[in-house]
């Protein structure tokens, strides 16, 4: 079965730390697997989209990590802000389908 | 970058009504989505359409409908809305193979 799993589900840190958040997919065959940030009552924008050969995209101070083979995915947030309190949804896609697999999300708050 | 709008940020609607949600894109996209949002459950696929006058039901379907007579719109319509159709409602588009997905800012649908 097709399944997204992200973790943790909910994550408090203080400002100008660092976080990563993980993403565990069985979707295969594998297309690509996206990144978004949905803030309060938002739709979800998108921050990466990265394809089965792309290990590290970066977009300021998020970066994504994809690990093809252990189908694992990471968003790394440096210097944590704010207005990075958001909702982040782990996305992935099936290759032939196109079909897009959602994760729940994991809620982040940031605390001055 | 493309726009994707929803009409209504907030609607409260009564029981049993008929509801219009709208989504309108500006960028020549052939595909159309619609999806609900609760929490813990993600996001959840209704309908979508690939091309004007087609549409195809999603994971679940039941108790809407959906109307697309010009590519740039694509509306979802509850016949008679019932109160566990209280959610987020969000609209997406993209280009062949999920290209270029994006998400509408969400209509928060209230059914008492």
């Known amino acids: 079965k097709n399944q997204v799993e992200q973790s943790p589900q909910s994550l408090i840190i203080l400002e100008g730390k660092n976080c990563t958040l993980q993403?565990?997919?069985?979707?295969?065959?594998?297309?690509?697997l996206r990144w978004y940030k949905q803030d309060t009552g938002r739709g979800p924008v998108s921050l990466t989209i990265?394809?089965?050969?792309?290990n590290t995209k970066s977009n300021g101070r998020y970066t994504a990590t994809l690990d093809a083979d252990t189908k694992q995915s990471s968003l790394h947030i440096t210097a944590s802000q704010l207005s990075d309190s958001a909702s982040y949804i782990c996305?992935?896609?099936?290759?032939?389908?196109?079909?897009?697999?959602f994760g729940t999300g994991t809620r982040l708050t940031v605390i001055p | 970058d493309v726009k994707v709008t929803q009409s209504s940020r907030y609607l409260v609607k009564r029981t049993g009504e008929k509801v219009f949600l709208e989504c309108v894109q500006d960028?020549?996209?052939?595909?159309m989505f619609w999806y609900r949002q609760d929490p813990g459950l993600g996001l959840r696929l209704i309908y979508f359409?690939?091309?004007?006058?087609?549409?195809e039901k999603g994971d679940i379907p039941e108790g809407y409908s959906v109307s697309r007579e010009k590519k740039e719109r694509f509306s979802l319509i509850l016949e008679s809305a019932s109160t566990n159709q209280t959610s987020m409602y969000l609209c997406?588009?993209?280009?062949?193979?999920?290209?270029?997905?994006?998400f509408g800012s969400g209509t928060r649908l209230t059914v008492v």
């Open positions: 990265m394809t089965f050969s792309e």
């Open positions: 996305v992935v896609s099936d290759a032939g389908a196109n079909n897009l697999f």
């Open positions: 960028m020549d996209h052939e595909n």
């Open positions: 997406a588009s993209s280009i062949q193979g999920n290209y270029g997905y994006t």
């Open positions: 359409s690939y091309d004007v006058k087609m549409k």
């Open positions: 993403c565990n997919y069985t979707v295969s065959p594998f297309s690509n």
